[in-house]
């Protein structure tokens, strides 16, 4: 279950799993260019980011992020149901895991909401990216859990360096807000932060839940 994370829980590291084989190659290298275009279209640059810059960019990535364990929980359901054998409990942990990154979207959907423009494209990259992932995943599972696995490698640099960027900001900077300013309802109640929980906080929880979902998928 997310939430009540203790502080050892909270200081996660920064783990990289190696590429053996060229599924594995293929996997890194795939997140690599994805992460530098994306990077490169958005302007993204962690020496002059803003609370607008940081929400666009969490939000429109949570909502592909609940892709993959949505879409692994489908394909394993389907596989039980042909195979008359039970899943050993992955489909429902891909389930939650769906579930957890969706969590993540509507918290942070509570603090600023999308442009139609925006909405658009979140629905031709989820047209998109679900159709091959699933496409991939009944092909190859291995190199698709590989694939996000290091896609949450990259989760967890974005979140390490938001929350650093809301950590070290001068109290005239935008970003300090976010070290005193409630998190959503939504959010303090799902991760458990209590009535005075900040959105520095939530920061903390998310990048908490990214790094389970790194593991579980390596």
Known sequence: PHGNYSQADLDIEL?????????????????????????????????????????????YLETIAAVPG???????????????????????????????ERMHLLSFVRMKDPSMLFRAAVIGGQAGFGSAFLLLYVISPKFCHRFVGYVEEEACTTYTKIIKA???????????AWRTQLAPSI??????????GTVLELMYAVRADEAEHRDVNH
């Open 166 to 176: 809301i950590e070290d900001a001068p109290e005239d900077n935008e970003l300090a």
């Open 70 to 100: 949505m879409v692994a929980a489908i394909v394993r359901h389907f596989r039980s149901l042909r195979s008359f054998q039970r899943d050993g409990g992955m489909m429902q942990m891909f389930l939650d895991e769906a579930n957890n």
């Open 15 to 59: 783990t990289h799993t190696k590429p053996e084989g060229i599924r594995d190659r293929l996997a890194y290298n795939a997140v690599k260019a994805v992460r530098w275009s994306f990077d490169k279209m958005t302007g993204w640059n962690y020496k002059s980011i803003t609370q607008d810059m940081v929400l666009q960019r969490v939000i």
């Open 187 to 196: 959010a303090r109640s799902y991760w458990k932060l209590g009535e005075y």
